[in-house]
């Protein structure tokens, strides 16, 4: 019976926390080097992030994009190469925005010696971007359309292509769009400061759950075009390639099937990732409807709040076993601790299990 094919999820903005994964630092070696190296290559910028990972709650300093970004880039990656070293690369990976970025260096898209300078890169690409932020909201995305009934004087168009007419007297919505679908009622806005705090105003005054989340950018929205167009021209002088056949498949949460090799060589594929909505849950759903069940999958949850696997637990081919999710990092009071280093060797015991394991028909 052919076994479960892994496929790694990795956190994008919004997800970071305090010390994620920092239990992994001095304790595994695989992850330890690649982060030195990331922190080694940015100089004082690379002391100056170690230090804000390693410190514990609050730290305020980690809502920064300059500060987020990069440790998500790096600590993503240098999860994806512990896995790869002590098991074996995941058959598939899923990256939620930065988390995408990560996941192409880990199929060879981009060499992983300039992780520091994508991250160094990304930063400069969001400067003069102004203020903005990111909402999550209990609530679909059609839901959403009927209920705020456009956004401003424009047309938004959702993660679902939906458009959205604008209305006049929603212009204090302007400039707010569809920046994620996370889950089947895990929505996330993004926006101007100002009109993202209307909005929010207007669906608590509604009844419906919203969150602010860590960022100070309103990522994934048209707001970030620009940033997008320069991001796209600085990824050019990186040369990315194809993927490697060996190391994974990257599907993509922009087009939610695998990316192609003519999409990986485009530096403004992924440099677009910065104003195109974020399809992750479509994309995570349908690998569970295609693969779910023909012979299961091992979901490998790389964030450190588990947000990543949380709406894959409601599939029914999780519901009823025949997939699988596989934390990769401790979580609540655990996280970033010694525990972090438990959970991960659990996770790789378990491929260890799935990979030595043969029936034979």
């Given amino acids: 019976m052919e076994r479960r094919r892994s496929v790694l999820l990795l956190p994008g903005q919004g997800a970071q926390r305090e010390r994620m994964a920092a239990g992994l630092y001095g304790a595994r070696e695989e992850f330890t080097a690649p982060m030195d190296e990331f922190f080694g290559r940015l100089g004082t910028t690379g002391a100056r992030l170690r230090s804000a990972w390693l410190r514990p709650a609050p730290n305020p300093e980690l809502d920064e994009s300059a500060v987020a970004q990069p440790l998500l880039l790096a600590v993503g990656h240098a999860l994806g190469r512990a896995v790869g070293t002590a098991a074996e690369p995941p058959a598939l990976l899923l990256g939620h925005s930065v988390g995408e970025l990560a996941a192409a260096c880990l199929v060879g898209v981009f060499d992983p010696a300039d992780i520091g300078a994508l991250a160094a890169a990304r930063s400069r690409a969001l400067e003069g971007t102004g ?164 012979p299961g999958l091992l979901l490998l949850d790389g964030s450190a709040d588990r947000s990543l696997s949380a709406p894959a637990r409601h599939h029914p081919a999780v519901r009823d076993g025949a997939s699988e999710v596989v934390p990769l990092l401790a979580v609540g009071r655990d996280a970033g601790g010694p525990a972090d280093a438990r959970v991960f060797a659990e996770a790789l015991h378990r491929l260890g299990e799935q990979r030595d394991h043969t029936v034979v028909s």
């Fill in 131 to 294: 203020h903005g932020g990111m909402l999550a909201v209990a609530a679909t995305e059609g839901q959403l359309a009927e209920e705020l009934g456009g956004f401003g004087d424009g047309l938004a168009v959702g993660a679902g292509g939906v458009a959205v007419a604008g209305v006049a007297d929603r212009a204090a919505f302007a400039g707010v769009a569809v920046a994620a679908l996370n889950g089947p009622r895990q929505t996330v806005l993004a926006g101007p400061r100002e009109a993202l705090a209307a909005v929010e105003q207007h669906l608590r005054d509604r009844g419906i759950l919203v969150r602010a989340l860590r960022s100070g950018h309103a990522f994934h929205s048209p707001v970030m075009a620009g940033a997008a167009l320069r991001f796209g021209e600085a990824l050019a002088g990186f040369g990315p390639r194809a993927p490697r056949a060996a190391a994974g498949t990257v599907v993509s949460t922009r087009t939610g099937v695998a990316v192609t090799e003519d999409q990986a060589r485009d530096p403004h594929f992924w440099g677009g990732q910065l104003a195109a909505p974020v399809r992750y849950w479509p994309a995570l759903r349908e690998l569970l409807d295609t693969l779910g069940r023909r």
